[in-house]
């Protein structure tokens, strides 16, 4: 089997690495790029610091604050337009996922235009769009080193997962002080969606040995690093591990796939605004559980690398080890079920047909080991409710 692997043309990763910004950006013959964040970046003042950094190397950046956590249709109009103004000829998402995302989709659309439903999965994008620099402020989404962005259709609330080749940022500046503000609930979500990505990465019928390292390698450093990084959020070398593992296991699920965990997830943020990371949390015990018996090795492996079992656990004590490992995770992390969040019972069950249907539809139940129907994912959705 022959594997297609799509990685960043530069990665520049460790503490102060955002300083080298304006030199990759020069350096790959852009100009006048558009730094795409949010208010709160911009409100810290670190938008502004990047925007020195970029001028410092001759450059003529332009700043658009307005993206949105996850982001929507509705919120790339102004991106749009902010992007058009400038005759911007790169973008930069700087921030967490949702920054990065909407950076890509801008960079696509300021090129082929149309709305971001004509480019949602299965469709794959191989552009033309204006090269993406991506500079995380989390460790979780590995969006800097993913063909994917997720957009939410503001019509129908749908998480659209768009993917190809068209997202995949040119170059990712990976800087873990960036991370060092975070704050613990928001470092817990993150974290759990980097190790969501590696296990899910390599559990996937599409994995294979290039992605499998990288999986395996980010879920240690996870499983070491996760719960320090939680408790205290100026442990720099926790954050640092965290930084590095995040973007492994993006590099890893990008070119491997997400699962059922991902595609049960996307629906929830949707319809109850529940955060990426904690609405895969929500779901990654019991759908692990759901699905170690398709693939008891591959589980076994994530389990010895978290470090909850060894070799001498045969593979269905291993990962029933796995299973065990991510509710305690979950507990110590203090991830709430989506009862004790505050979402309806009434409006759960009544929304889960649909939310059952758009996971199926999002492609990604079809790569997890035991692929589910629609029924299964109802019951999951049933189960985790609590
Ligand atoms: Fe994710």
């Not at 670190?46 to 003529?60: K, T, V």
């Not at 469709?123 to 460790?139: D, E, K, R, W």
């Not at 943020?269 to 170690?292: R, W």
Request: net charge negative; aromatic share 4%.
């Amino acid at each position: 089997m022959v594997a297609s692997l799509s990685l960043p043309r530069i990665l520049r990763i460790g503490r102060g690495a955002a300083e080298e910004l304006g030199a990759v950006v020069a350096g790959l013959g852009l100009r006048r790029p558009l730094l795409v964040t949010d208010a709160f970046l911009a409100g810290t003042g670190a938008a502004e610091r990047l925007l020195g950094i970029l001028r410092g190397a001759g450059l003529h950046p332009a700043l658009f604050d307005g993206t949105v956590p996850d982001p929507t249709t509705d919120s790339l109009v102004p991106g749009l337009a902010a992007l058009r103004e400038h005759g911007a000829d790169s973008v930069i998402g700087f921030g967490g996922g949702s920054p990065m995302d909407t950076a890509k989709a801008l960079a696509l659309l300021g090129v082929q235009g149309g709305g971001m439903r004509d480019y949602k999965a299965p469709h794959v994008n191989l552009g033309p769009a204006l090269p993406v620099i991506a500079v995380p402020t989390t460790a979780g989404s590995g969006s800097e080193a993913t063909q994917v962005t997720v957009i939410t259709d503001s019509a129908t609330d749908e998480k659209m997962m768009c993917l190809g080749p068209a997202f995949l940022p040119i170059a990712a500046v990976v800087d873990m002080e960036l991370t060092l503000s975070m704050p613990p609930r928001l470092t817990a979500d993150t974290g759990v969606d980097a190790l969501t990505h590696a296990v899910e990465a390599y559990v996937s019928r599409k994995s294979g040995p290039f992605t499998d390292g990288l999986a395996l390698t980010a879920i240690a450093t996870i499983g070491r690093h996760l719960r320090r990084a939680y408790a205290d959020g100026s442990d720099a070398e926790a954050r640092e591990a965290m930084m590095l593992a995040a973007t492994q296991a993006g590099i890893a699920f990008s070119n491997s796939s997400v699962a059922l965990v991902h595609g049960m997830s996307r629906p929830i943020g949707a319809h109850f605004h529940v955060a990426h990371g904690l609405s895969n949390a929500m779901l990654f015990p019991a759908v692990t559980a759901f699905s170690v018996h398709a693939a008891p090795e591959r589980y076994a492996d994530c389990a010895r690398a978290l470090g909850v079992a060894t070799t001498a656990d045969p593979a269905a004590a291993a990962s029933a080890k796995l299973v065990d490992a991510l509710h305690t995770l979950c507990h110590d992390l203090d991830v709430p079920t989506p009862r004790s969040y505050g979402i309806d019972h009434s409006a759960w069950t009544g929304l889960t047909p649909l939310m059952a249907e758009q996971a199926l539809a999002s492609g990604s139940p079809a790569n997890n080991p035991a692929v589910p129907t629609a029924t299964q994912i109802e019951e999951l959705y049933a189960r985790v409710y609590a």
